[in-house]
């Protein structure tokens, strides 16, 4: 079922987007920008991206907002445009798959039909169930699409996902890679040993969802003791909604990274000091300080005052920047301005909106 180039071109590790929304002010789909940020994030090199996500927001998939197929159906078509004009390869599309089993089924049957090749699994709705549902969840969902494991941080989905869970998961054949989000070091672990543990490290792509530590999880190769042999495990990209925003920069950061492995080097301090700064800016975008409650709005922010959204709205009209989100925001982008690609933007921006 999974396309052996596709699943290649995942294992080398690559910049992918959680694609935002783009809203209009009465909060309806904006197609003109949402087909701009498809664009930005070819364009900047991303190599693949992942729509429906929780940086898509959530809501798109309730079908009283009726917005989970259109906008699969927009990155896809755009993506395929783009591809059209020779100037891009073809990205690796991975839907977020949410719900109950009979949801999440649904929405990987439209995702195949729509050209996507790998599902982003969220678990969120099956809280509180056990470790056997949870896996019949993943292989029943996995007979109709490849599964891309997601550990969603417990500050948004409300669980934790035990070590049982992870070591049973790499049995699953259907399971081709695995999101890593918890946001917490232990249980980023918890992961990676099940996969040396697995068999399969060499078949399950890793991919770190982070954000506030991206590149020291790239940089980083891990090492695990399993019936006496050392096995390492690498974080070969990232599916993050921090590289929503920035994206030339997040490109140019993975191939500093993948160029330290491939030479065998120690870490460069540069390279470190440049993680650092992006956890802070990870900090004020994400709005580390509430609880992550501003972090859709502050993607769209970063995204806003480069022009490529007209707003920071979402779905929900309680949710927005947290007092003093904004001026933190722009204070980081004025203390690190080599975070950003603002420049990189500005020369493309008519283009992509046209």
């Known amino acids: 079922m999974a396309d052996p180039a596709i699943m290649e071109k995942l294992r080398t590790g690559l910049v992918v987007p959680a694609h935002p929304l783009a809203l209009t002010d009465d909060r309806r789909l904006d197609e003109r920008r949402q087909r701009a940020l498809t664009r930005y994030y070819l364009e900047a090199g991303a190599g693949g991206l992942a729509v429906g ?43 977020g798959l949410v719900g109950d089993t009979q949801q999440a089924c649904a929405e990987a049957e439209l995702a195949r039909q729509l050209d996507y090749d790998v599902g982003l699994l969220s678990l969120t709705a099956l809280r509180g169930q056990s470790v056997d549902a949870m896996l019949d969840h993943v292989a029943e969902v996995g007979r109709i699409m490849p599964i891309m494991g997601f550990y969603l941080q417990q500050a948004i989905s409300g669980m934790t996902l035990p070590g049982e869970f992870w070591r049973r998961l790499f049995e699953i054949p259907a ?41 020291v999880d790239l940089l980083t190769e891990y090492e695990f003791q399993v019936d006496g042999e050392t096995i390492p495990v690498r974080i070969v990209g990232g599916l993050l909604g921090q590289w929503a925003c920035w994206t030339r920069r997040a490109v140019d950061q993975l191939e500093l990274v993948h160029n330290v492995h491939q030479r065998g080097e120690a870490a460069p301090m540069s390279l ?83």
């Open 175 to 215: 399971v081709v890679a695995v999101k890593i989000a918890p946001f917490n070091r232990y249980q980023t672990l918890d992961v990676l040993e099940a996969v040396a543990r697995s068999g399969r490290s060499a078949d399950i792509a890793l991919y770190t969802g982070n954000d506030d530590n991206i590149i």
């Open 53 to 95: 996500v929780h940086t898509t927001q959530f809501a798109i998939h309730r079908a009283q907002v009726g917005l989970y197929r259109p906008v699969l159906e927009l990155a896809g078509e755009t993506a395929c445009d783009c591809v059209a004009s020779g100037r891009y390869p073809r990205p690796v599309m991975i839907a």
């Open 272 to 354: 470190l000091t440049l993680a650092s700064a992006m956890t802070l800016a990870n900090k004020a975008i994400f709005d580390a300080d509430h609880a992550f409650a501003g972090c859709i709005p502050g993607i769209s922010h970063v995204l806003m005052r480069q022009g490529l959204l007209s707003n920071t709205l979402t779905l929900d009209a309680a949710e927005g920047l947290s007092p003093g989100q904004c001026e933190r925001i722009d204070g980081v982008i004025a203390d690190y301005p080599h975070l950003t690609d603002d420049e990189f933007v500005r020369m493309h921006l008519d283009a992509w909106l046209s």
